[in-house]
C-alpha cells in the first residue's frame, strides 16, 4: 500500500448540549485541522464528511456542510456510518493518484435529536419492530450476558473495565467533564442504574455533540507538512449479518476479520506484542474488551488482562463521550497523538504502533480496523 | 467565563425551529408470498424453519436470502415447539406500560434451527432467573391468523440439566 498520512486533526471539545450550531462545531474543527497542519483550505482536494441525516433531520445532510466543511467548489462526499469509514473513502481517494490533500470529518449534535430513538429504525421492521425489544440499550444488554456466560466471567469483571475507561477519562482534557470520574469505584458502576440486565448505566457511555476532523495527505505532501507524519500502514473493513439471532454475541467476527487483514497489510505478526496502544469504538464497557480480544490484544475471554497493561483507550475511549459520526475518527485521532506522544494526561510513553477502530450497527455488526505507526 | 444568558436562548430558539418528520408515514416492503409455506404453518400450529441447500443453515423465522451463500433458501423444515434462550436481557423502559419493570428480553433459538429470535417470555419469570441454554416451548396467540405473531410468547419447561444436578444433590 502506498503511504499515506495523517498530518492535521482537531477534535471539538465535546459536551452534553454545546454552545454552538453544528454547523460552528464544524467550522472549528475544520479550521483547526487546517490550521494544526499548517495548510489553507485550497490547498485542500477533496472533503469526505460522516453524518447521518436521521441525525440530523435533513436530508442529503452534506449540503449543509459545504461552508463549514471546507468544501466550498472542491470534490466532496459523505459517508453515514461512521468517521472512520470516511477516512477510507478519504484513503482510496488518495490512492487513486487523483487527489492529493482530503479533509475527512464526523459530526453529530445528540442534544438535538433522540439518539437512542433513531436506533429503532435500525430494527427490522418485519420481525424485530413487531415485538419492539430491541433497542441500544437491550442490545447491550444481551451481548453482555453472552460474552459473561461464555468466559464464566461477572458483572464485576465488566464494572473494572468501567471503572478503568472513566478514570482514564478524567487524564484526558477533551473528556467531557460528566465522564471524568478519578475516584469512582466498582461498587459504585455495579450500583448504578440497571440498563439492561446485566448492563448498568456507568457501563455504558455519555451522548454528546462532537466533532472531529482529520486531514490526510500522500507521502510526498505529507513529509512537506510535518516532520511527525502518522502513516495509515494497514486497513480492514468487514461486515457481518444483520440478525443478532444470527451472531455469536460473545465475540465479533467482523472485528476478527478487519484486524486480521489490517495486520497483513501492515506486516504485523504478533499483535500482542507489537500494538502499543488500542483505541477502539465500544459501544458499552463490555464491548471493548469483545473488540480487544477480536483484534488479537488478549485471548479470548482474557481481555480484561488489558487494563493492567494501560494500552486499550487510554483515553477512555467512547467512555470519555460518545458523540455519533465522530467516535471512530476521535480513536484515530487519539491514537495519531499517542505515536505523536502528544497526548497529555494519558500518553503512553514509546507508542509507536496503534490501532483505531470504528463501527456501526447494533452490538458492532461492522467493524473497520486502522494499523498507525509512526517514524519513517 | 460563563456565556450570558441571552445567548444560550437565542440557540435554543433556533433549535426549536418548527419542521416535522413523519416517520409512521414510511412502508416497509416485505415480500409475503416466499414465506407462504411459513405463515400458514404458524395458522396451523406448525412451525417451519427455512434451509439453505448450500450451506445447511436453517433460519427461523425465515431468512428469504442467505448472506453466507448469497442464494434464496428454499427448503422448508419442520421444527419442534422447542427452543432455547441464545442470549438475554431485561427492559427497564418506564415508558413501555405493557408491563410490570423489568421484564426480561430474550433472544430465543429454535430447536433445529442455526438463528435466533428476539421475542417475548411468559409474563410471570422473573428477569433474574433467565439464563443462556433455558429451555422453552412455544405458547400459541388464542387466534391464529398466519402472521408472526401467532407465537405468541416462550414459557419455560424443565430443565432436564437441572433436574439432574437436583437428583444428584439429593444423594449426598
Ligand atoms: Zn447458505
Same mark, same amino acid.
Given at each position: ?8 486533526? !482537531? ?36 472533503? %469526505? ?35 472512520? #469509514? ?43 419492530? $413487531? ?5 441500544? !440499550? ?66 455504558? $457511555? ?22 511527525? $507524519? ?6 480492514? #473493513? ?93 480513536? %484515530? ?12 494526561? #494519558? ?30 | 467565563?460563563?456565556?450570558?444568558? !441571552? ?72 421444527? $419442534?415447539?422447542?427452543?432455547? %434462550? ?64 401467532? %407465537? ?21
Amino acid at each position: 500500500m502506498d503511504k499515506v498520512a495523517i498530518v492535521g486533526f !482537531y477534535q471539538v471539545k465535546p459536551g452534553l448540549d454545546l454552545m454552538m450550531s453544528p454547523y460552528e462545531m464544524l467550522f472549528e474543527a475544520t479550521r483547526g485541522a487546517l490550521d494544526h497542519a499548517g495548510l489553507k483550505r485550497d490547498d485542500l482536494s477533496t472533503v %469526505i464528511g460522516c453524518n447521518n441525516d436521521y441525525y440530523d433531520g435533513k436530508t442529503i445532510s452534506n449540503c449543509f456542510k459545504v461552508e463549514a466543511g471546507g468544501a466550498y467548489m472542491k470534490d466532496e462526499s459523505k459517508v453515514e456510518m461512521d468517521g472512520a #469509514h470516511a477516512v477510507m473513502y478519504g484513503l482510496m481517494r488518495i490512492l487513486s493518484g487523483n487527489h492529493k490533500l482530503a479533509m475527512v470529518y464526523g459530526i453529530s449534535a445528540p442534544s438535538c435529536f433522540p439518539y437512542e430513538s433513531v436506533r429503532i429504525l435500525e430494527t427490522d421492521p418485519t420481525f424485530d419492530r $413487531p415485538i419492539n425489544l430491541l433497542n441500544g !440499550y437491550t442490545a447491550g444488554g444481551m451481548q453482555m450476558r453472552a460474552y459473561l456466560n461464555a468466559f464464566g466471567l461477572s458483572e464485576e469483571d465488566i464494572a473494572k473495565v468501567a471503572v478503568y475507561n472513566l478514570k482514564n477519562a478524567a487524564k484526558n482534557p477533551l473528556a467531557i467533564p460528566e465522564a471524568q470520574k478519578t475516584n469512582i469505584t466498582v461498587d459504585e458502576v455495579l450500583n448504578s442504574e440497571m440498563l439492561s440486565a446485566p448492563l448498568k448505566k456507568l457501563m455504558y $457511555p455519555i451522548l454528546c455533540d462532537g466533532v472531529t476532523a482529520l486531514i490526510l495527505a500522500p507521502e510526498r505532501q505529507a513529509r512537506k507538512i510535518t516532520d511527525k $507524519p502518522v502513516w495509515i500502514t494497514g486497513v480492514g #473493513h468487514f461486515n457481518d449479518t444483520y440478525y443478532l439471532g444470527d451472531r455469536d454475541l460473545s465475540s465479533c467476527s467482523s472485528m476478527e476479520k478487519a484486524a486480521e487483514k489490517a495486520y497483513k497489510i501492515a506486516g504485523i505478526n504478533n499483535p500482542k506484542s507489537e500494538i502499543n496502544v488500542a483505541e477502539l469504538f465500544g459501544h458499552t464497557a463490555c464491548e471493548d474488551l469483545i473488540l480487544a480480544e477480536a483484534a488479537g490484544l488478549a485471548d479470548k475471554g482474557k481481555g480484561l488482562s488489558l487494563i493492567d497493561t494501560g494500552k486499550l483507550n487510554p483515553s477512555g475511549g467512547t467512555m470519555a463521550g460518545y458523540t455519533p459520526a465522530a467516535n471512530g475518527l476521535t480513536r %484515530i485521532v487519539e491514537a495519531v497523538k499517542q505515536i505523536r506522544g502528544e497526548a497529555e494526561g #494519558h500518553q503512553i510513553s514509546g507508542a509507536n504502533k496503534a490501532i483505531a477502530s470504528g463501527q456501526v450497527g447494533f452490538c458492532a455488526q461492522n467493524n473497520i480496523v486502522y494499523v498507525l505507526e509512526g517514524g519513517e | 467565563m460563563p456565556l450570558p444568558e !441571552y445567548i444560550k436562548k437565542d440557540y435554543k430558539r433556533t433549535r426549536t425551529m418548527k419542521g416535522s418528520w413523519y416517520l409512521t408515514s414510511y412502508k416497509y416492503k416485505f415480500n409475503l408470498s416466499r414465506i407462504k409455506e411459513y405463515l400458514k404453518g404458524l395458522k396451523n400450529g406448525i412451525l417451519l424453519g427455512l434451509k439453505c441447500r448450500s450451506c445447511n443453515t436453517v433460519s427461523f423465522p425465515p431468512r428469504l436470502i442467505c448472506g453466507r451463500c448469497l442464494v434464496k433458501p428454499d427448503q422448508w423444515v419442520r421444527l $419442534p415447539e422447542t427452543a432455547s %434462550i441464545a442470549t438475554g436481557s431485561a427492559n427497564y423502559d418506564e415508558e413501555d406500560k405493557k408491563r410490570e419493570h423489568p421484564f426480561p428480553v430474550i433472544a430465543v433459538r429454535q430447536d433445529g434451527a442455526d438463528t435466533a429470535l428476539i421475542h417475548n417470555i411468559s409474563d410471570d419469570v422473573d428477569f433474574n432467573s433467565i439464563y443462556i441454554g433455558m429451555p422453552l416451548k412455544v405458547v400459541w396467540a388464542k387466534e391464529r391468523n398466519g402472521l408472526y405473531l401467532d %407465537i405468541d410468547h416462550y414459557e419455560p419447561i424443565e430443565d432436564p440439566a437441572i433436574e439432574l444436578n437436583k437428583k444428584e444433590g439429593s444423594v449426598d
